[in-house]
T-cell receptor, first 112, second 110 residues
Framework: GVSQNPRHKITKRGQNVTFRCDPISEHNRLYWYRQTLGQGPEFLIYFQGTGAADDSGLPNDRFFAVRPEGSVSTLKIQRTQQEDSAVYLC????????????FGPGTRLTVT | QKEVEQNSGPLSVPEGAIASLNCTYSDRGSQSFFWYRQYSGKSPELIMSIYSNGDKEDGRFTAQLNKASQYVSLLIRDSQPSDSATYLCAPYNQGGKLIFGQGTELSVKP
């Protein structure tokens, strides 16, 4: 399945954080979402191969993600703010077929 | 108007009953529809996908799609306490991303 680490991250406001996602090996699309309590996941960005196909959900320029070799992806948040506290979810899918997306366990970020 | 609307619940049904979860969406370009189940503290788990109008059955789950009415539903037959979770509806329109509703919390009482 999709793996993510760390599973939990507590950081102080203003610090930078980095999250990693390992997709299902044969999946060529990778997605990042974030979820706050009581809400459905909110799209951030997705990659097809190495390139970001849609980054329209990134909330501001403190957020950026890369997938340099078309497999593992990292999501980085600079100068974290309290409103960044959320669960960051990674998902992957095949382009072919119905684009069924499978989620990893998520990384819970708490900004104090 | 929200892109995807679901009753937030909680929807409470007795064990063995049929649970009916509803979802409406605004994007007429949506072509595929997914239902995810999310247990508290866990990530979403894909349980059903439906691509064409009508019904699709998988075990105790039936998804129903009506594109003209922009409506998709999930029926859970013979509900079990283990079905207690939040159910998320997510249309897909070839743009890549899923747009999720806020989810319906289902509680199945023994």
């Amino acid at each position: 399945g999709v793996s993510q680490n760390p599973r939990h991250k507590i950081t102080k406001r203003g610090q930078n954080v980095t999250f990693r996602c390992d997709p299902i090996s044969e999946h060529n699309r990778l997605y990042w979402y974030r979820q706050t309590l009581g809400q459905g996941p909110e799209f951030l960005i997705y990659f097809q191969g190495t390139g970001a196909a849609d980054d329209s959900g990134l909330p501001n320029d403190r957020f950026f993600a890369v997938r340099p070799e078309g497999s593992v992806s990292t999501l980085k948040i600079q100068r974290t703010q309290q409103e960044d506290s959320a669960v960051y979810l990674c998902a992957s899918s095949l382009v072919q077929g119905g684009n069924e997306q499978y989620f990893g366990p998520g990384t819970r970020l708490t900004v104090t | 108007q929200k892109e995807v609307e679901q009753n937030s619940g909680p929807l409470s049904v007795p064990e063995g009953a049929i649970a009916s979860l509803n979802c409406t969406y605004s994007d007429r370009g949506s072509q595929s529809f997914f239902w995810y189940r999310q247990y508290s503290g866990k990530s979403p788990e894909l349980i059903m996908s439906i691509y064409s109008n009508g019904d699709k059955e998988d075990g105790r789950f039936t998804a129903q799609l009506n594109k003209a009415s922009q409506y998709v539903s999930l029926l859970i037959r013979d509900s079990q306490p283990s079905d207690s979770a939040t159910y998320l509806c997510a249309p897909y329109n070839q743009g890549g991303k899923l747009i999720f509703g806020q989810g319906t919390e289902l509680s199945v009482k023994p």
